[in-house]
């Protein structure tokens, strides 16, 4: 079964503290996507990448950085957290060349900082 | 620009009742249409698909046709469960250079009662 893997379900990280959250996908996408989930505000896309080494600011990138060294792996990266950064993370992942297919997403993982 | 809009929730329902949540969409272009579902503590999941008008996409029950001459992708399903309690997102896909830009509605969420 295929599937995009978050590592963390669940973290709480104090203010300032750098956090990494790392996302892997098995399907041998192209593109990777990280996005954040807050009530009433819908998805929100952080950053994404449509290959490794390439990285492109989403809509609200302010801070956060990401890095993709390998195909298969994106990483979320928190600066210096704060509480404004709690909320859900969403991973997710696609093929370049099939806007018919959709995105796979992880589970997500919700991060408290405190 | 291009954007989704569904109808506010939410919705509750009885076991068994007949379910239609509306999306509308604007984009230019020729997007694919998309639904995802998003159980309680879980990243979302693509429930059904359309790429091109006319097309009905259908899953687990629940149907939706590509509507080009009302810009609509409206979800149906004949008689809901409450297995079906969710937040269902509607999105469209639309092709730039290197990656597929997927914009998402605000999502709906549905309750469906014993």
């Known amino acids: 079964d295929v599937k995009v893997t978050q590592s963390s379900r669940y973290l709480v990280k104090r203010t300032g503290e750098k956090v990494f959250l790392e996302c892997v996908q098995d399907m041998d996408h192209e593109n990777m996507f990280w996005y954040r989930q807050d009530p009433g505000l819908g998805l929100r896309l952080i950053y994404f990448s449509y290959d490794v080494k390439m990285k492109e600011k989403g809509d609200i990138p302010e801070g956060y950085s990401v890095s993709r060294e390998k195909k298969e792996r994106f990483s979320l990266i928190l600066e210096s957290a704060s509480t404004n950064q709690t909320s859900m993370y969403l991973c997710a992942s696609s093929p370049r060349d099939r806007n018919y297919y959709g995105y796979t997403f992880g589970s997500g993982t919700r991060l408290t900082v405190v | 620009g291009n954007s989704v809009t569904q109808m506010e929730g939410p919705v509750t329902l009885s076991e068994e009742a007949f379910l239609t949540i509306n999306c509308t969409y604007t984009?230019?272009?020729?997007?694919?249409l998309f639904w995802y579902v998003q159980y309680p503590g879980e990243g979302l999941q693509l429930l059904l698909k359309a790429t091109k008008a006319d097309d009905k996409g259908s899953n687990k029950g629940f149907e939706a046709t590509y509507r080009k001459e009302t810009t609509s992708f409206h979800l149906e399903k004949g008689s809901v469960q409450v297995s079906d309690s969710a937040v269902y997102f509607c999105?469209?896909?639309?092709?730039?250079?290197?990656?597929?830009?997927?914009?998402f509605g605000p999502g709906t969420s549905l309750s469906v009662i014993p």
């Open positions: 999105a469209l896909s639309v092709r730039k250079t290197s990656y597929d830009k997927v914009i």
């Open positions: 984009a230019t272009g020729y997007p694919s």
